[in-house]
C-alpha cells in the first residue's frame, strides 16, 4: 500500500473552499456555475470524511471547511 501525502490535499482543498464561497454569495447562478458549486462542495466533503486529509489541515483550514456544513 502507499501512503498517501494528505497535506499536498490541503491547497486544492482550500481552492475548492474559496470557490464555495464565493459562489454562496452570489444573488444567482447560472447552470456551470451551480455545477461548479457542486464539484466543490462534494470535493470538500468527500476530503473531509478522511481523517488522515482532517490531520492535514490547520485548525483554522478544519473550522473553515466545518462551518459550510456540506452533506454528501
Known amino acids: ?3 498517501h501525502d494528505y497535506a499536498a490535499d490541503v491547497v486544492p482543498a482550500m ?3 474559496n470557490i464555495v464561497v ?3 454569495t452570489e444573488a444567482s447562478l447560472d447552470a456551470e ?3 461548479t458549486l457542486a464539484r466543490n462542495e ?3 466533503g468527500l476530503k473531509m470524511a478522511v ?3 482532517v490531520t492535514a489541515l490547520t485548525a ?3 473550522t473553515q471547511i466545518e462551518a459550510l456544513e456540506i452533506t454528501l
Open 42 to 44: 462534494r470535493h470538500l
Open 51 to 53: 481523517p488522515a486529509f
Open 15 to 17: 481552492d475548492s473552499y
Open 60 to 62: 483554522e483550514q478544519k
Open 1 to 3: 500500500m502507499i501512503d
Open 33 to 35: 456555475q451551480t455545477a
Open 22 to 24: 464565493s459562489l454562496r
